[in-house]
T-cell receptor, first 111, second 114 residues
Framework: GQQLNQSPQSMFIQEGEDVSMNCTSS?????WLWYKQDPGEGPVLLIA?????ELTSNGRLTAQFGITRKDSFLNISASIPSDVGIYFC???????????FGEGTQLTVNP | NAGVMQNPRHLVRRRGQEARLRCSPM?????VYWYRQLPEEGLKFMVYLQKENIIDESGMPKERFSAEFPKEGPSILRIQQVVRGDSAAYFC????????????FGSGTRLTVV
């Protein structure tokens, strides 16, 4: 089946620093999604990307849909303590179909 | 306008017992998805249901696991004769038409098998 490789597994940064994480896939997806999960909660959608090459921002978050449709990255600028959590990428082939998740990036922000 | 509601939030079962996990989708949503998350891993798709129909169950274990989404009431994920390896967080998500991208997740049910 499809697999997503997400890196890095974990990051420890100082408040104010920028962060970058990425996902690569063995096969193409037509939609890439980035979620954040806080402890004890379900994942919350941050950004959705629908077109190869697309670059989308949501506040301090920027994500890109790779031109090959096999990768995506997420950047967080000027990190703050509430950015702490686990970030997951997910790929989707068609609307309404299953999501394939990466293994997550655990982000720790030191004040 | 409540979100996706899952209950119970925490469930403890002894090996061999049955676990029933409930998911009430957002109002007006008729498509439900179940995912499982093992500790320190990503979510893994289990099953996709529409009212009274199973659309895709390719992620469901062949034995002991079943899911339903009746015409009335919540969707139920049932695990019979639970084993320690079933301990995980189980998440439900819903969408209105099955045509949504990145549907909304509930807060999950944490199942612990002792």
């Amino acid at each position: 089946g499809q697999q997503l490789n997400q890196s890095p597994q974990s990051m420890f940064i100082q408040e104010g620093e920028d962060v970058s994480m990425n996902c690569t896939s063995s096969s193409i997806f037509n939609t890439w999604l980035w979620y954040k999960q806080d402890p004890g909660e379900g994942p919350v959608l941050l950004i959705a990307l629908y077109k190869a090459g697309e670059l989308t921002s949501n506040g301090r978050l920027t994500a890109q849909f790779g031109i090959t449709r096999k990768d995506s990255f997420l950047n967080i600028s000027a990190s703050i303590p509430s950015d702490v959590g686990i970030y997951f990428c997910a790929g989707q082939l068609t609307s309404g179909s299953r999501l394939t998740f990466g293994e997550g990036t655990q982000l720790t922000v030191n004040p | 306008n409540a979100g996706v509601m899952q209950n119970p939030r925490h469930l403890v079962r002894r090996r061999g017992q049955e676990a029933r996990l409930r998911c009430s989708p957002m109002k007006g949503h008729s498509h439900v998805y179940w995912y499982r998350q093992l500790p320190e891993e990503g979510l893994k798709f289990m099953v996709y249901l529409q009212k009274e129909n199973i659309i895709d169950e390719s992620g469901m274990p062949k034995e002991r696991f079943s899911a339903e989404f009746p015409k009335e009431g919540p969707s139920i994920l049932r695990i019979q004769q639970v084993v320690r390896g079933d301990s995980a967080a189980y998440f439900c998500a819903s969408s209105a038409t099955g045509g949504d991208y990145g549907y909304t997740f509930g807060s999950g049910t944490r199942l612990t098998v002792v």
